[in-house]
């Protein structure tokens, strides 16, 4: 089952100036098959004078609408998700006046600014948005960092996968872990938050938790995984579980570093891919007959290769601020209704710039 790529193209392009550096991607396959793609852009990755665009696809990527700015903040990021005839977007808010001036991510302490997951709904398929309502979460869990869309399950419940962080001048051990919140009416109120992924030593964290629903009603997860006594990432990886429940089944996956949301087909193959970064420099993916099968090295595709190299070996809090200075990443891969895979991406552009860039695969 070996991928291949059937075709590449620019989702948006980086332009110097107030549109130079889009990152933050993601892409969403409406009911009609339309592909409504969403990103940040700003005149750098973490400008607080970014803007969210929109824009949708009627033909698989080959050509795009003009951008969108629905959104009158700069959200960290967005998703979207259909759902009940309608779409629901999940975004990540930063309060950057909490510590004026101060950089999202403390490196001294390891904690971050306040952050908070909000959601609106849509009945114009993307074009305009009610109300945000914000997702509420005790203390304890710290800045809520987004890393995935919302989940529907099958009987109508959302869920929410939060990443739990320290509070900015927080100077105790960070115990990350990750978080489900249950709603069972539309987001409008939510249950407690439920620990589903945690190593109770504190020394494996899981990152970037990109998760989503399987028609067995279990939810597949995939963690970029961090060992912060050898400050090296480790494999990737998978979790297979109930929604909001622990005793989750994990292994390891045979690659290490970042990984995209995953693809997952009507007849259960699985594309996931992935960015090597501190190995072959580049974003790869590759496919699974199902989601708890192998993914074989046969299968691998190259999505982006990068020039240069980068230093293998950094402490946590440099690492995560080296991370406002990558210049690509952030896979996001969604199937499509004729069988093949949409992966959209970041990657240097024109000198300074950064574009969203997409590749479609295939068997």
Wanted: net charge negative.
């Amino acid at each position: 089952m070996k991928l291949r790529i059937s075709g590449r193209g620019t989702v948006c392009r980086g332009e110097a100036g107030q549109r130079a550096v889009a990152t933050f991607p993601s892409v969403t396959v409406l009911e009609d098959g339309t592909l409504l793609a969403v990103y940040r852009l700003g005149p750098t990755k973490d400008a607080r004078t970014s803007v969210t665009e929109i824009r949708f696809s009627p033909d698989r990527g080959q050509t795009w609408s003009a951008p969108l700015q629905p959104f009158p903040e700069p959200f960290q990021v967005v998703y979207v998700t259909p759902y009940d005839g309608r779409l629901i977007a999940t975004a990540l808010r930063v309060d950057w006046s909490a510590h004026p001036g101060k950089p999202l991510f403390n490196e001294e302490t390891e904690g971050c600014l306040p952050m908070s997951v909000m959601l609106a709904d849509s009945d114009d398929g993307g074009v305009s948005w009610r109300d945000w309502r914000e997702v509420p979460v005790p203390d304890d869990v710290g800045p809520a960092s987004l890393t995935n869309p919302v989940l529907v399950l099958g009987d109508g419940s959302l869920v929410v996968s939060i990443e739990t962080n320290k509070h900015y001048g927080d100077r105790s051990p960070w115990m990350q872990r990750v978080v489900h919140c249950v709603s069972r009416d539309g987001g409008h109120s939510w249950q407690d938050p439920v620990t589903v992924c945690q190593d109770p030593t504190g020394r494996t964290f899981h990152w970037d938790q990109r998760a989503v629903v399987l028609a067995d009603g279990r939810i597949a997860a995939f963690s970029w995984t961090y060992d912060r006594a050898h400050n090296q990432y480790l494999n990737i990886r998978r979790h297979l579980g109930a929604p909001a429940s622990a005793g989750w089944i994990t292994d390891e996956l045979p690659f290490a570093d970042q990984p995209s949301h995953p693809a997952v087909l009507p007849d259960g193959r699985v594309v996931l891919a992935w960015v090597d970064r501190y190995g072959s420099r580049s974003i790869r993916a590759r496919a699974a007959a199902a989601v708890d099968g192998g993914f074989g090295a046969e299968s691998e595709v190259v999505i982006h290769q990068a020039p240069a190299a980068a230093k293998s070996t950094v402490g946590t809090g440099e690492l995560l601020v080296d991370m406002s200075m990558w210049s690509y990443g952030l896979p996001y891969a969604a199937a499509l209704p004729d069988g093949t895979v949409m992966v959209v991406y970041y990657a240097a552009g024109e000198p300074g710039c950064m574009d969203v860039r997409w590749a479609r695969l295939d068997w």
